[in-house]
């Protein structure tokens, strides 16, 4: 049925309102990044810039060493975005294709873990990974992400799988294929929309991540950029612009990568609702 424009207008007003709320946050970081410290916290706030700072960008990468904690970053979410697409699709097409003893059970078990609260963890985390020896050092942060990847993501795989036809999977089996070929070489090209939005959702996790790298570093130079944008809050008092202009450094990567892939992650949720959790 085709809406009216009275009937149009409100709902893309109410659309338009909410998208700019929710940007504003967005904007201030832009502007406040562009200020001297002191227009930061003048009253009442503005958003125009009078003398835009550009050297602001430059300080807040000398002041303190943001390249080095976005490198960190790079590591810690690039080895753990690997392990995590990797493990969880394979974990996804087993629960998916192969007939066991206990499949179903195994999935239950996967995605009820997903009620587990993350605080639940922690300590027996931290227990696990001082009695291995791992306290300073990167494999807390990216090891679990190479044993299955995450309940959601195995989830997601999974649910994408099923919807493939098992006509194709038969063909390759009737051509000699086993089943870890039929993995590599036929599923898992197929699962591209899938593979783009576990590797996007596990990067941007991992970057992100910041209680982790707080419990389990403490070499300042091992530092990820989620650390270290908080250390600007907590050296020499605040600086409001540095952190802005940090922050948007540190956003940036993300951004791009998100808006370049963001049609495969768009195909890939869509999986979630083809087909049913059982």
Known sequence: MRRTLTQVIPVYTVLSVVC??????????????????????????????????WS????????????????????IAGASMVGAVWTSSMAGYALARIPFSGRQLC??????SMLIPAPVLLIPRFL?????GWIDTYKPLIVPAWLGGGAFNIFLFRQFF??????????ACLDGATRWQTYRHV????ARPATVTVALLSFVYHWQEFLDPLLYLSDFTTYPVS??????????GTWANLLMAAS??????????????ERHVMRGLEALSDTSPG
Do not use: H
Request: proline share 10%; glycine share 2%; charged share 15%.
């Open 227 to 236: 650390l270290g944008l908080r250390m600007y809050e907590s050296m020499a």
């Open 128 to 132: 696990l990974c001082d009695l291995l």
């Open 162 to 171: 099923r919807t493939v036809p098992r006509e194709i999977e038969e063909a």
């Open 187 to 190: 599923l898992l090209p197929m």
């Open 20 to 53: 700019a709320l929710m940007i504003l946050p967005l904007v201030w970081a832009v502007v406040s990044s562009l200020k001297p410290l002191e227009e930061v916290y003048t009253f009442p706030p503005t958003f125009g810039v009078k003398d835009p700072q």
């Open 56 to 75: 602001n960008y430059r300080e807040a990468c000398t002041r303190l060493p943001i390249p080095r904690f976005m490198l960190n970053s790079l590591l």
């Open 107 to 112: 999935f239950t078990l996967v995605w009820t």
């Open 248 to 261: 948007l450094i540190a956003l940036a990567p993300i951004a791009v990568v998100f808006f370049l892939c």
